[in-house]
């Protein structure tokens, strides 16, 4: 099993529509989660970090569940410029490093 | 207000030559990485750095080198270039570590022929 597994995508959306993401992680020690999205042939860039008792930033919300390991990020109202690869990036537990998912691409269409 | 600067931003080698990418941040952070990323696969963590003068291994060391001789600055170096090393490598950097999202750099683009 992967350390890190996401909805394989692509997600194609309308634009308005919401729509929500899964990330899963193997290592039940790990303590920082974040979420940041990568533009094509650009570098990824900090979206959000997740808290225990979820957060929310404007219409995107992030959701932690340990006792099932996974995170969640949700859009509302999808816009043009939400279109992206979004990466779950968990931390390898106390260590100085991270484990990046996969990604999972969307596309919302006008 | 640059944050983390990677030279060059593309590069085309030979295959058996050698070259180092340069990494340099502003944000006084202790912390540096550098991850490789290739189609349809996250990115993977090559080398890091806790502190001026230190540096480790992470996921995918082979065929690379580093060295963290100033705290702004991280070298990743290809001793003998391979085309198994085209790939889109990015430098990143943090306050401190795990706890502490990174910020990255735009990328230098590699192709070894």
């Known amino acids: 099993r992967k350390e890190v597994e996401q909805d394989p995508g692509p997600f194609n959306v309308p634009e308005g529509a919401t729509v929500a993401f899964n990330c899963t992680y193997s290592?039940?020690?790990?303590?920082?989660f974040f979420w940041y999205r990568q533009d094509c042939r650009k570098e990824p860039k900090l979206l959000m970090s997740?808290?225990?008792s979820g957060n929310e930033d404007g219409r995107f919300t992030a959701q932690l569940n340990r006792a099932s390991q996974y995170i969640s990020l949700l859009i509302r109202d999808s816009k043009l410029s939400d279109s992206a690869t979004y990466l779950c990036?968990?931390?390898?537990?106390?260590?100085?490093?991270?484990?990046f998912g996969p990604g999972t691409r969307l596309s919302v269409l006008p | 207000n640059a944050g983390v600067t990677q030279t060059p931003k593309f590069r085309v080698l030979k295959t058996g030559q050698s070259m180092t990418l340069l990494c340099a941040q502003d944000?006084?952070?202790?912390?540096m990485y550098w991850y490789r990323q290739d189609p349809g696969m996250g990115l993977r963590l090559i080398h890091y750095?806790?502190?001026?003068?230190?540096?480790a291994k992470g996921e995918v060391p082979d065929g690379y080198n580093v060295s963290r001789l100033k705290k702004q600055n991280f070298l990743l170096g290809l001793e003998s270039a391979a085309p198994s090393q085209t790939s889109v490598y990015f430098c990143?950097?943090?306050?401190?570590?795990?706890?502490?999202?990174?910020?990255f750099g735009d990328g230098t683009r590699l192709s070894i022929l």
């Open positions: 990143a950097s943090s306050s401190t570590g795990w706890s502490q999202p990174q910020h």
């Open positions: 944000m006084n952070h202790e912390y």
């Open positions: 750095s806790v502190g001026e003068g230190t540096t």
């Open positions: 990036v968990v931390n390898r537990a106390y260590g100085q490093n991270f484990v």
């Open positions: 997740v808290y225990s």
């Open positions: 290592n039940s020690a790990s303590q920082s």
